[in-house]
């Protein structure tokens, strides 16, 4: 049984940085996308960055110079740095994963294309 284990939000100041970090089990391959998805209260949940086993790297154009997704597929783990942190990052993050079959278009970052989920962590940042 897969199991999603997010761990590092916090509250921050803006400018801040935060590195969110994912645990995943239950894998006897690596061969799956990992993700990390964000999501307000009264809003969607809208993908934040993805990586596949290989190390290719996708993220939504807000986020883009600022966060860096990595994977350890040694350690089933994955983080996401975030710097320069700004209010509109504030959400609850959740890691995320999709595999067997891999989603064609995993780097559209899609929501119902990720079929594991964590639990979430809590990121605020303050003005």
């Known amino acids: 049984q897969v199991q999603l284990v997010e761990s590092g939000g916090a509250s921050v100041q803006s400018g801040g940085s935060l590195r969110l970090s994912c645990a995943a089990s239950?894998?006897?391959?690596?061969?799956?996308?990992m993700a990390w998805f964000r999501q307000v209260p009264g809003k969607e949940r809208e993908g934040v960055a993805g990586?596949?086993?290989?190390?290719?790297?996708k993220y939504r154009d807000s986020v883009k110079g600022r966060f860096t997704i990595s994977r350890d597929n040694a350690k089933n783990m994955m983080y996401l740095q975030m710097n320069n942190l700004k209010p509109e990052d504030t959400a609850m993050y959740y890691c995320?994963?999709?595999?067997?079959?891999?989603?064609?278009?995993?780097?559209?970052?899609?929501?119902?294309?990720?079929?594991?989920w964590g639990q979430g962590t809590q990121v605020t940042v303050s003005s």
């Open positions: 990586i596949d086993s290989e190390g290719t790297t």
């Open positions: 995320a994963t999709a595999g067997s079959p891999i989603p064609l278009r995993w780097d559209l970052l899609l929501e119902p294309d990720f079929g594991q």
């Open positions: 239950g894998y006897t391959k690596n061969d799956y996308i």
